[in-house]
Structure formats: C-alpha cells, structure tokens
C-alpha cells in the first residue's frame, strides 16, 4: 500500500464532543423555497456533515427501541469516515439521519452548513438533490436506460440543461473508468460497473456529502478493493465529506477515520495514520 497524504489539513472526523455553540451567523437565503422559513446555517468552520448529540428511536410495542442514542459525528470536506459495527447496531440509521431521510429525536444534523432541524420535507428534498449523494447497496439502475442516461436523469431533476447533463454524465462516467460504456444498458454491465454507474449517479449534482452504505457486499475482493480506490479519489478529488458503512474490515486502514456502532452508540473514533 501507497502511504498517502491526506489534502485536509485537519482530517479527523471525530465524534464532536458535546453541543456545538449557536455561532453568531448573519441570516441565510432560504436555499430553495419561498414558502418555508430559511435554513439556519452553521458556522463556517463546522464540519461539511455535523451530527450533534442525535437520539434516534423507533417504535417497538409499547415502548421505543433506541437506535441512535446521543450520535455525534463531524465528517470534513475530502475525507472518509468508515462506520463499522455488529448488525442492528445503527449504522443504517445513521446513514438515514445522515440523508435527511429519518428525523431524529433529539440532536443536530448539519449538511453543507444548513441546520436540517426545522426545515419541511420540499426544503428536504431539495438539500438532498443539492448537497447529497447516496450510494445504496443495490445499485438500483434503470434497466431501460443507457449509463449516460443513469447520470443524466439526476442532472434533469436538478433543472440542468440537457447539454450541460450529458457532459456531466460523460466527464463522471470517465471519472469512474467507463467512458467507453456510457451507451451500455445495466444488463451488459459487471456488477462493479454497476456499482460504480450508482457511484457516479450520486456525484452527479456535486453533493457536499457523500452517504455509502455497503458497496462492496455484492463484489468479489478485486472489485470491492477496486470500487473503496475509487470512492477514496473520488472523495479527495471532488471533496465531498464520505461516510462508508461497511462490514469488510479489509481496507479499514486507508480511511481517513473509522468509527464503531454498538448498541446505538457510536464508540471511539480514531484517525486512521497513513
Ligand atoms: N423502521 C424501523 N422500525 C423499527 N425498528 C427499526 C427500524 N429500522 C431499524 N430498526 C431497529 O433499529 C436498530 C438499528 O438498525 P439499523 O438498521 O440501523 O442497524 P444496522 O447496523 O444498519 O444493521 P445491519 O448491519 O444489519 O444493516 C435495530 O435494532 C433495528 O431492528
């Protein structure tokens, strides 16, 4: 292995300690909607993801389970953060929180400088289309669509034009090593192609935070290893703040920060020393 200089001078992603202080901001322009408040920003120099002391429970016969029992996590622009932990531990609830897809109880989530607390679902959505790409385990394709066309129909919901969406698809589909595959179905794709067309999908709209769960599950070792390099440059190039969930402890040692799920609770995380 390559020993590797991380561009970040500050690169640990490290659970935040406690509350963060409301930093004195002057009031954002709402992102995208008129008819909700505007969001309210973090600080600048808040992590690009900041989940601040996040409790996540869920229904569970008369009581609640606790998924996510006072999560903090901040993750910087250009790093990855690989999430680990026994299964039913919370590592998908947290993705899902992460993603503005679940509300937690109590707690923060922070994207790209926007406190997600309080905004409705169209503000949702939008942050999600804008600042977010989620990778799923199953790539999930359109069968009748070309590569190229995977990418641009995520360019086409963000109102790009279709010109400027084709270029897009086609500088990011030569990103992930298939330029010469853009007018391929996914039925004539490997399943590390396929999995690296849901990488590239999920670039698509320049998210600020990348959420990955398990990419690597239904790869053999060579096309897992290859598909991790390739979240690994993609991340530094394009500086999207990652967190890989993941069970394959194989390649844990080239993340930027590794942090455990148990019971809920996140445990320890540790810069990774490259
Ligand atoms: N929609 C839900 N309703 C009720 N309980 C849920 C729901 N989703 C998850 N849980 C519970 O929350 C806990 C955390 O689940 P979660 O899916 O986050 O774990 P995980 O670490 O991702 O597991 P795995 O590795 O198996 O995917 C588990 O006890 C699970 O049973």
Redesign the pocket.
């Known amino acids: 292995m390559t020993p590797r200089t991380n561009p970040n001078p500050n690169p640990n992603p490290i659970p935040t300690p406690g509350p963060i202080p409301d930093p004195a901001r002057p009031e954002a322009p709402a992102k995208a909607s008129n008819h909700e408040p505007a969001p309210e920003r973090a600080g600048a120099t808040d992590p690009a993801l900041l989940l601040d002391d996040v409790t996540l429970t869920?229904?569970?016969g008369e009581g609640r389970?606790t998924?996510?029992d006072a999560v903090s996590l901040g993750v910087d622009a250009g790093t990855v953060t690989a999430c680990v932990?026994?299964?039913?531990?919370?590592?998908?609830?947290?993705?899902?929180v992460a993603a503005t897809l679940v509300t937690p109880d109590a707690g923060r989530v922070v994207v790209a400088g926007t406190d997600t607390a309080g905004l409705g679902p169209a503000q949702k959505a939008r942050l999600r289309r804008d600042s977010i790409g989620i990778v799923f385990q199953q790539p999930n394709l359109l069968p009748a669509l070309t590569a190229a066309e995977q990418l641009q129909v995520m360019a086409h919901l963000a109102g790009r034009k279709p010109r400027e969406a084709r270029e897009r698809a086609l500088e990011l589909l030569a990103a992930v090593g298939l330029a010469d595959q853009a007018g391929r179905r996914p039925h004539q794709l490997s399943g590390g192609q396929r999995q690296r067309i849901n990488i590239a999908r999920a670039l698509m709209n320049e998210p600020v935070v990348l959420l990955v769960d398990?990419p690597t599950s239904a790869l053999d070792h060579e096309r897992g290893a290859a598909v991790l390099d390739l979240l690994l440059t993609l991340t530094r190039e394009r500086g999207t703040a990652t967190v890989l969930?993941t069970?394959d402890r194989a390649h844990l040692e080239r993340m930027d920060a590794v942090v455990t799920?148990a019971d809920?609770r996140l445990s320890a995380a540790h810069a990774v020393v490259s």
């Open positions: 869920y229904p569970d389970l998924a996510l932990g026994p299964s039913g531990s919370g590592k998908s609830s947290l993705l899902a398990e969930v069970h799920m809920g």
